[in-house]
């Protein structure tokens, strides 16, 4: 045992001293044409070997020629980044949200990481943008500039036309089947992530902006991160006594509980689960709920349905638009406090075979970390051989999503409302599956961007080709709903289509939310 710990500290300290300079050398280097067609070669292995729906929305014989057409065009040495625009297009043709491909990017030393956060923050991150008819716009402007408005237009970076970078960023990503309301909401995060690996990170940029009638060139340089608050807190932190120090850090231990209660995201420094009531006698409640994936959400939502009892509310909105899913654990009890009937909320997830999950990432942390899931590695290939389940020629992975959960005591059983748009997926597409299928609430907005029969997701490890070194995710479950459409392919669609203009977003108008209030004002008598 003492022996095999010293051997992976080796490993590891001998792996981690690989060079950063190196690796970034190679990025541009033009690879053979005979190595890219072995990377060819290897992603599609995997995909055949690990993939349990791969022909879902594309058949074999279609993608066989993909992949074969794909190779003949590669008659000579590519960069790696070159070499991902081109066999990106071709994994995506799965249709599958989930199985992501990452370009080889630029490595940092830790000096170099250090030397980057100092400097601020960057030019890209100042601003939240959005999609409107193929055109890029600021969402949120956090530069210093105040001039530049919501729904002032990026027309070029760098003098790069947008338009040319959107048409070009689009081929990159992926759906859930033939949805099309995804990309407008996922391609503008994913924007300065695919500019950056293109062209590297910057330490300013020129925007070219059209603001209201004028056309503006601005530079937008890294933003430094005022100190002066760190500066004040330290200094106040000397001066108090035990006593106030004590009552400090009791009060700084509720907060964080009710942190990780709520879902903070310090990198938004968001809540992603929120509770609101909107009328003076509490008779609407809105749940407002960001993603699945941050928090210990039991205790939220046990402590948020029973306030919408206590307040008698006969209305419940749920909020679920731009939130990319999360745990299928999270969504099975939030549907035990919401459903009409007691369902099993998810089919058993299908596998390629027993062995599927022994390729999931499962050593990573620290050494000390990675030493304990050594010693604990024969008793998790002893787990999942038990979990894995072979029924009628196919392997299925069972979970507890897959028993029928009992309804909650205090389970809202008012007039539901869900908002839903296309970068509502994965685990919030599920649920809206379960919602919609049982007709359990009306659905306001626009189609999802996940499919409504379900996804392949659960376990996802990286798959890192070998000469590119390009990254493919691939998800290893089919997580199918309880209740499922005859429609292949697409969403959830709304009971009412609603979709926000820019005009809307500039002028900080909800549509959506504005038509489920007046709806609840005419039921009651009360429209205007």
Known sequence: MKQLFIL??????????TSVRKHNQ?????????????????????LKRLHPELYWYVSKEQLDYKFDSLKTTISEPLTSFEFYTKITPVINEVRQGHLGIYPNVKRFSKAETKALTKKGMGPFSQFDLMMFENKLYVEKNKSIDPTITVGSEVISIDSIPTVLLLNRYRKLITSDGYNNTFYKHHLPKRFSNLYVAEYGIKDSLLYEFKIKDSIKKIWIARKKIDESQNKAKDSIEKIVSKAEKKKILLVNKSKRRQQTIKGYDPM???FQRSLNFIEKDSSVAVLNIKSFSIGDYEPFYKQAFDRIKANK?????????DNPGGRLSEINYIYSFVADSAIAFADKSEVVSK???LKRNYFNGNIGTKALQTIAYPFYVSYIFLKVKKENDKFYYKTSENKVKPLDENRFKGKMYVLIDGGSF????????NLKGSKRAIFVGEETGGAFNGTVAGQMPIIVLPHSKIK????????APHYKTDEKGYGIRPDIEMIPTLQDKINGIDPEMNWILENIKIENGNAK
């Open 313 to 321: 509310s006969q209305y419940l909105i749920l909020d679920l638009r």
């Open 8 to 17: 992976l500290m080796f490993y590891t300290i001998v792996t981690s001293c």
């Open 472 to 479: 493919m995710r691939v998800g290893l479950m089919k997580i």
């Open 268 to 270: 938004t420094k968001t």
């Open 426 to 433: 994965s685990a919030s597409s599920l649920l809206s599956s």
């Open 355 to 357: 062995t599927s999950f």
């Open 26 to 46: 190679l990025l541009n280097q033009p690879i053979a044409v005979s190595k890219l067609k072995y990377d060819i070669d290897f992603a599609y292995s995997n």
